[in-house]
């Protein structure tokens, strides 16, 4: 096993104010070559759990293990056997995404870094034509892939991906993906921390949803998926976002983005539904609709919310 959770809480005393419970009873593992999707919102102790890994923070109780050894009586070790790309944007100030990458494989391989994966990076994710611009006049796609080949260039045993595909256009993140795909076939194990739930699911091994500092359910996708219902879904676009629908009588639920709306319901009202979406798109109130299985999206909020959530 690579990494070891086992029961870690972390607990955050503010001076005058109640105490905040970041993680509560955490455990976790994570196999050689696995992609494990750490879900979560903001504020729900993901990052708290991503710094005792790396062993920045230190556990109130619980104990984390990375290859075997202790993460807190070995920090040294874990940070070196550990690669991450951090949420925030690199600074990159007036260094080229060639020349920031090649200075980080220069630092953590030393005499054993090898310029040519770089080239093979930056054409796997097609950043020639950014490669010797100056940092600060990259777009935030552009310096987000470049800090993601900088956790990559040299990947250690562990690599913790923050957001990695926030501000990326969406055919580098199927390029994204195929790198990170990559890096698992080498052995690497990857932990993708994102509140991204959709892209999550078509690119991890292992699922664990995290909320309010617990982890209420973990395990493979189709397992996370039929723990909570096995419910149809239909997705439908507005064409006008300032339209607003009721909840129909068959729908169990639904949650909306803008134009975007989701719709829960049973097997048995499927023929019901797609007539009622059918008369919302000869009256040119919806462009498209979708009908689908349970996603771990709907997983998501059916676990996290037990009321109808509109955001």
Not at 84 to 102: D, H, M
Request: aromatic share 4%; hydrophobic share 35%.
């Amino acid at each position: 096993m690579v990494l070891e959770v086992r029961n870690v809480t972390k607990i955050f005393q503010r001076k005058g104010k109640n105490k905040i419970i970041a993680n509560d009873n955490i455990s976790l593992e994570l196999k050689e070559g696995e992609i494990l999707g750490l879900l979560g919102q903001n504020g729900a102790g993901k990052t708290t759990l991503v710094n005792q890994i790396l062993g920045l923070v230190t556990p109130d109780s619980g104990e984390i293990t990375l290859l075997g050894e202790s993460v807190y009586q070995s920090p040294i070790r874990t940070r070196s056997l550990c690669s991450i790309q951090p949420q925030s944007q690199v600074p990159l100030g007036f260094l080229s995404p060639k020349q920031a990458v090649s200075l980080m494989g220069k630092v953590r391989g030393g005499k054993k870094y090898n310029p040519k994966r770089l080239d093979m990076l930056f054409d796997a994710l097609d950043m020639g034509k950014w490669a010797n611009k100056e940092g600060q006049s990259l777009s935030g796609g552009a310096r987000r892939l470049t800090a993601f080949c900088m956790a990559v260039i040299v990947p250690g045993k562990l690599v913790i991906l923050d957001e990695p595909t926030n501000d990326v256009d969406p055919v580098r993140r199927r390029y994204l993906w195929n790198v990170i795909r990559d890096l698992t076939k080498e052995g690497t194990s990857v932990i993708l921390v994102t509140h991204n739930v959709l892209e999550a699911e078509k690119a991890v091994d292992q699922v664990a949803i995290i909320h309010d500092g617990r982890i209420i359910t973990q395990g493979a996708p189709t397992e996370v998926k039929g723990s909570v219902s096995n419910h149809m879904r239909m997705e439908l676009s507005l064409a006008d976002d300032r339209s607003e629908l009721d909840c129909p009588g068959w729908a169990n639920s639904f949650h909306s983005n803008g134009t975007r709306i989701i719709y829960s319901m049973d097997a048995s009202n499927v023929s019901q539904s797609i007539d009622w979406v059918k008369n919302l798109v000869d009256k040119g109130i919806v462009n498209d609709y979708s009908l689908s299985p349970t996603t771990i999206e709907d997983a998501y909020i059916e676990l996290t919310s037990n009321k109808v959530v509109s955001s």
